[in-house]
């Protein structure tokens, strides 16, 4: 009869049975680090390259929002000055109203000549309520929907973080790779095979997650929040490094909320909660998602909340059915190889 030399559950070395020793691993860690580096290093000359229309792209959303903020104020103010003038059906009170909203501005003006003489000239100024009611058009008045910075190394710094970003998405891949590579040669068959059948899943949930917050929720949260600021009176001046780590961190936030279902059968395969556990509690379950898309959402409403409440009650539902009927990890260590086995 053959067994493996030696017994594992009493050894005190845990490299003492693999074919690697620990100076082995080491050696193979720093290769698999050095390799991702040097693939980070050239996504981020990529990055580098492409970071000026990647800050366009993260710009878009806040400013086609601040367009529609301008425009409807616009509006407002020019349908109000109008109302207020078709109040006045006399032209004597309209025009003794446009010059009591006016105001004199006084100019010297010196005429052309070398011996020209200064005139003086009175400017009626119309105030900013009674401008659009004479504008042709809101863009006219729509002031330019930009980003401002408040030091002057505030818009390199911004460039070389989304620059840096870029670097790290387009290297994930061969970074991912390289950490497989040195992962997956610890594990057995059926290990393996359950990570080449989830990983998409994930993947997947993840860009789902991130397509909802860049084209749904932010777009709808941005809205709310000038509209908020419009009740409230207050200017925005947005400034530039905080929208773009606000616009990057929301899609992360979300693709990782996205990862629920995983997250259930992992903990049901590791025997920490039952299955049974996530039907019977399903209701106060639902409860701790919507609290934690109130806190989650771009913006404190009802309907931001729900853009991301739902979805996670959906994603629960469908962790219950993977643990329901995913398959069961199966128990499929082959046989040593004849080098580490003795006969007795």
Avoid at 112 to 131: A, C, H, N, Y
Wanted: charged share 20%; aromatic share 10%; net charge negative.
């Amino acid at each position: 009869m053959r067994f493996p030399i030696g017994g594992r559950e009493n050894d005190d070395d845990l490299f003492a049975h693999t074919r690697m020793s620990f100076g082995d691993h080491i050696e193979e860690l720093r290769l698999r680090l050095f390799r991702a580096i040097l693939g980070f290093l050239a996504a981020l000359v990529i990055g580098l390259c492409v970071g000026q229309p990647m800050l366009e792209i993260i710009q878009a959303p806040i400013r086609t929002q601040l367009l529609e903020f301008y425009k409807a104020r616009i509006t407002t103010m020019r349908q109000g000055v109008i109302d207020d003038l078709n109040a006045r059906q006399d032209p004597d009170a309209i025009k003794k109203y446009m010059e009591e909203q006016s105001q004199i501005l006084t100019v010297q003006i010196k005429e052309e000549g070398d011996g020209g003489t200064w005139k003086t000239m009175l400017l009626r100024i119309l105030p900013r309520q009674l401008v659009p009611a004479i504008a042709s058009s809101n863009n006219e008045l729509t002031p330019p929907a930009s980003l401002t910075t408040l030091n002057i190394t505030e818009g390199i710094m911004t460039y070389l973080m989304v620059s840096v970003y870029c670097g790290i998405v387009l290297s994930s891949p061969w970074i991912f790779w390289q950490l497989w590579q040195f992962i997956g040669a610890g594990l057995y068959p059926h290990e393996k095979k359950y990570v080449y059948l989830y990983l998409p899943l994930s993947l997947g949930l993840f860009l789902a997650g991130c397509a909802l917050a860049e084209f749904g929720v932010l777009p709808l949260g941005v809205r709310y929040l000038l509209g908020f600021n419009a009740w409230l009176g207050v200017e925005p001046e947005l400034r530039l490094s905080e929208w773009v780590s606000f616009a990057v961190m929301v899609p992360l936030i979300f693709g990782a909320a996205f990862q629920t279902p995983l997250v259930m059968l992992f903990l049901e395969r590791m025997g920490i909660v039952d299955i049974k556990v996530y039907t019977k509690n399903r209701k106060l379950a639902i409860l701790i998602l919507f609290m934690v898309a109130a806190f989650l959402a771009v913006a404190p409403d009802p309907l931001n909340m729900t853009l991301l409440a739902v979805p996670l009650c959906l994603l629960y539902e469908l962790g219950i059915l993977l643990c329901r009927f995913a398959p069961k990890p199966t128990s499929d260590i082959g046989e040593p190889e004849p080098d580490e086995m003795v006969e007795v």
